[in-house]
Antibody, heavy 119, light 107 residues
Framework: EVLLVESGGGLVKPGGSLRLSCAASGFTFFSHAMNWVRQAPGKGLEWVSSISSSSTYIYYADSVQGRFTISRDDAQNSLYLQMNSLRDEDTAVYYC????????????WGQGTLVTVSS | DIQMTQSPSSLSASVGDRVTITCRASQSISSYLNWYQQKPGKAPKLLIYAASSLQSGVPSKFSGSGSGTDFTLTISSLQPEDFATYYCQQNYNTPITFGQGTRLQIE
């Protein structure tokens, strides 16, 4: 079974940092691009960042460019999102999601981890 | 950035109904369009990819069509478990963008 499990969310003050992790299992992690997608409370889905296999290509949404860094450790079957200079508007559930065929659709998704930015 | 606009934003229907949700892109995206279902408190689930391809394990009551700028998701014979929020997503280019969602409610 393909499984993605996020961790690392929590309460952080504006300007603070947080590192999210996504543990993958049940598939050949190294051969798949991976993504982070977030959802603010009561709002829709917003793509945050993607990383190709071998970390060759990395992309970010404008809203997080320069503040967030996506990375992966294929030996640990893990995806990461380092979030710095956090703002109130970064408050959301953060999902990691696999790109099954390299065409930028997402399946499956993890259960999500909640990040709350508040003073 | 490509804007994705869904209509309606909310929809009431009854068990057994057939419903159609529309998604319009701000520019042509060929068939680079995907549909997701999200239930409250749960992660989204992929239903349709490449505009009309049914994801493995998804019931055939779900179907997608369209190309260019206009796309539809049709759900036939609604069952209680189909009442959820549906999102379209373009994967034509980055930034990847989603529609605002269509909330399907029981009438």
């Amino acid at each position: 079974e393909v499984l993605l499990v996020e961790s690392g969310g929590g309460l952080v003050k504006p300007g603070g940092s947080l590192r999210l992790s996504c543990a993958a299992s049940g598939f050949t992690f190294f051969s798949h691009a991976m993504n982070w997608v977030r959802q603010a409370p009561g709002k829709g889905l917003e793509w945050v960042s993607s990383i190709s296999s071998s970390s060759t290509y990395i992309y970010y949404a404008d809203s997080v460019q320069g503040r967030f860094t996506i990375s992966r450790d294929d030996a640990q079957n893990s995806l990461y999102l380092q979030m710095n200079s956090l703002r109130d508007e970064d408050t959301a559930v953060y999902y990691c999601a696999r790109d099954p065929q390299g065409f930028n659709w997402f399946d499956p998704w993890g259960q999500g981890t909640l990040v709350t930015v508040s003073s | 950035d490509i804007q994705m606009t869904q209509s309606p934003s909310s929809l009431s229907a009854s068990v057994g109904d057939r419903v159609t949700i529309t998604c319009r892109a701000s520019q042509s995206i060929s068939s680079y369009l995907n549909w997701y279902q999200q239930k409250p408190g749960k992660a989204p689930k992929l239903l349709i990819y490449a505009a009309s391809s049914l994801q493995s394990g998804v019931p055939s009551k779900f179907s997608g069509s369209g190309s260019g700028t206009d796309f539809t998701l049709t759900i036939s014979s609604l069952q209680p478990e189909d009442f959820a929020t549906y999102y379209c997503q373009q994967n034509y280019n980055t930034p990847i963008t989603f529609g605002q969602g269509t909330r399907l409610q029981i009438e």
